[in-house]
């Protein structure tokens, strides 16, 4: 799909902040910044990630802080007042 099929879908730029365990230090905790276009409220592609992490990272997730932002907002779209044609 291309980014304006996206845009127009609904996906939104998802930023999520991943705190997790060290594998090596338990105690210890370290940062992950991910990013992706993703649809909220449900954030299906951030899930599949953390499904994916949950299987296959050894670090295990102490939290997850998700901020999410409309690529298209209403300050970007302006109404056109006439149409011009070219030949």
Same mark, same amino acid.
């Given at each position: 799909?291309?980014?304006?099929?996206?845009?127009?879908?609904?996906?939104? %730029?998802? +930023?999520?902040? &991943?705190?997790?365990?060290?594998? *090596?230090? $338990?105690?210890?905790?370290?940062?992950?910044?991910?990013?992706?276009? *993703? &649809?909220?409220?449900?954030? $299906?592609?951030? =899930? #599949? !990630? %953390?499904? !994916?992490?949950? +299987?296959?990272?050894?670090? #295990? %997730?102490?939290?997850?802080?998700?901020?999410?932002?409309? &690529?298209? +907002? *209403?300050?970007? %779209?302006?109404?056109?007042?006439?149409?011009?044609?070219? =030949?």
């Amino acid at each position: 799909m291309s980014t304006l099929q996206h845009r127009l879908m609904g996906f939104r %730029l998802t +930023t999520a902040e &991943i705190l997790y365990h060290l594998p *090596d230090h $338990p105690v210890m905790l370290q940062s992950f910044i991910w990013q992706d276009l *993703d &649809i909220a409220p449900r954030f $299906p592609v951030l =899930n #599949k !990630f %953390l499904k !994916f992490w949950e +299987t296959s990272v050894d670090g #295990k %997730l102490h939290s997850v802080r998700v901020a999410s932002r409309g &690529i298209i +907002t *209403d300050a970007e %779209l302006k109404l056109v007042g006439g149409e011009f044609s070219l =030949n």
